[in-house]
């Protein structure tokens, strides 16, 4: 009886924190990516630790050695980045022409479009109007400036107290439950710190490789196409499907002829090769256990549930379901339930 009043008290306790994060989800995204960017650090601190630096020098050395980086790679990749944005947004009436022009009169030969046409002009227009109205808030842009501010402040003091930040935490469970949760921990620490490593990679080579293979085809946005995409190729197929078809449109714009497309695809075929068949196999693999499926599933639920912070925590919460997910059906097949019914067929 006892017993399960405990696990009735634990259940409470994790939907009364569920709640609260549903209700702060909207003020929680800074928290979050300063928590991620202190957990994504911490290795290097310690390491600067074990060679006998001070711990708050180690801190301060590697933000501001992260400071320092992304300087560096603003100042080096704006000018490029900032050429291929005007470029594209040149290039977006001339897309709205084809479309109008090439596009639509094929499609409509073979589907009648215009009740969907009219849709897609007033949500468009909608759209637009909403969006102008939060780009023109005030109080929008004072939050993204805050958040722009806090997120360095909440990594930087995670970051120096991580070690008594954890070891609190740890002092709080019970004795009973302490030593299963901690190696429950660990193995979350295990497959996050996999996942996060590895698929920081896979999008880095695929921003690098569709930028520079739809730049050598000829498209004059292809690096901002080639970064777009292999920042969305987070969920499976999302960066492949936007490269396919957003290239194919700039390739017909700029060319006008359907033998354009054919550099694009063939860019678009390297590099899922070499995602499928190279990069995820040798830098995520199979060790963090996550189907596409279920990533897709995750981050549809997440932004369902929470918005954009929900999008943010989706993969990390589903590794760690994952985690708990495996400690439980092992916890099932030792049990007397389980092995029970196995001897009664």
């Known amino acids: 009886m006892e017993q399960a009043k405990k696990q009735i008290l634990i259940i409470f306790g994790l939907v009364v924190f569920i709640w609260l994060v549903y209700l702060l989800s909207s003020i929680l995204t800074p928290f979050l990516l300063g928590a991620l960017l ?11 630790d074990h060679v006998g630096m001070p711990h708050t020098l180690s801190v301060v050395a590697i933000f501001l050695g992260l400071i320092v980086i992304l300087l560096f790679l603003v100042l080096l990749l704006f000018p490029l980045i900032q050429h291929q944005i005007d470029t594209l947004i040149n290039a977006v009436p001339q897309m709205i022409t084809w479309l109008q022009e090439k596009l639509l009169p094929w499609v409509k030969s073979y589907v009648n479009i215009d009740n969907l046409k009219t849709t897609v002009s007033a949500s468009i227009s909608k759209t637009g109007l909403v969006l102008s109205a939060v780009v023109s808030s005030g109080h929008t ?26 070891e609190g935490i740890r002092n709080l469970l019970p004795r009973a439950i302490e030593p299963t949760v901690v190696k429950l921990a660990k193995e979350c620490d295990a497959v996050l710190s996999e996942f996060f490593r590895g698929q920081l990679l896979v999008m880095l080579g695929m921003c690098v490789i569709y930028s520079l293979g739809l730049t050598i085809a000829g498209l004059q946005i292809g690096v901002v196409l080639g970064v777009a995409g292999g920042i969305l190729s987070i969920v499976p197929y999302l960066g492949a ?8 449109i700039a390739a017909l714009v700029e060319y006008g002829t359907w033998q354009a497309l054919v550099w694009v695809w063939a860019v678009y075929l390297i590099g899922q090769a070499m995602e499928a068949y190279l990069l995820t196999p040798y830098l995520v693999g199979e060790r963090i256990g ?56």
């Open 241 to 248: 499907i936007f490269v396919l078809v957003f290239s194919s």
């Open 290 to 345: 996550l189907h596409p499926v279920a990533v897709i599933f995750a981050i549809l639920a997440g932004g369902a549930l929470f918005g954009f912070f929900g999008v943010l925590i989706a993969l990390p919460a589903a590794a760690v379901i994952m985690v708990l997910v495996r400690f439980l059906n092992h916890h099932y097949h030792m049990s007397e339930f389980y092995n029970h019914q196995a001897n009664g067929r």
């Open 38 to 48: 202190a957990y994504l650090t911490n290795p290097l601190v310690k390491r600067l």
């Open 141 to 166: 842009l004072m939050t993204w400036l805050i958040n722009l501010v806090l997120i360095p402040v909440v990594m930087f003091y995670l970051l120096r107290d991580w070690d008594s930040f954890l």
